[in-house]
């Protein structure tokens, strides 16, 4: 399943999360009543979503966490969920 994924751009600079994360975000303050929505994708994992972020922005490749012994956290590989 893919979980809707929103960039927005304010005055503390570049969040990137799930919907929901922004939308509670947005409330609280977290990301300012001045920011605005840059694009919104769909991914169904956090690797996948970082992904096409960094592509977007021109970062070059996504480079995710590793654990000790040099493999990739396998959180990032784990599906989203946007409760």
């Excluded at 893919?2 to 994360?21: A, P, Q």
């Excluded at 977290?30 to 694009?39: D, F, H, N």
């Excluded at 922005?57 to 990739?72: C, F, Q, S, T, V």
Aim: with cysteine; aromatic share 10%; hydrophobic share 35%.
């Amino acid at each position: 399943m893919s979980i809707k994924i929103e960039v927005w751009i304010g005055d503390c600079g570049i969040t990137c999360s799930t919907y929901k994360s922004c939308k509670d975000m947005r409330k609280s303050g977290a990301i300012s009543k001045g920011a605005i929505l840059v694009r919104s994708f769909t991914a169904k994992n956090w690797f996948e979503a970082m992904s096409m972020h960094y592509k977007l922005m021109g970062w070059g490749p996504y480079n995710p966490p590793k654990l000790p012994n040099g493999d990739i956290d396998p959180s990032v590989l784990e599906p989203l969920n946007d409760f």
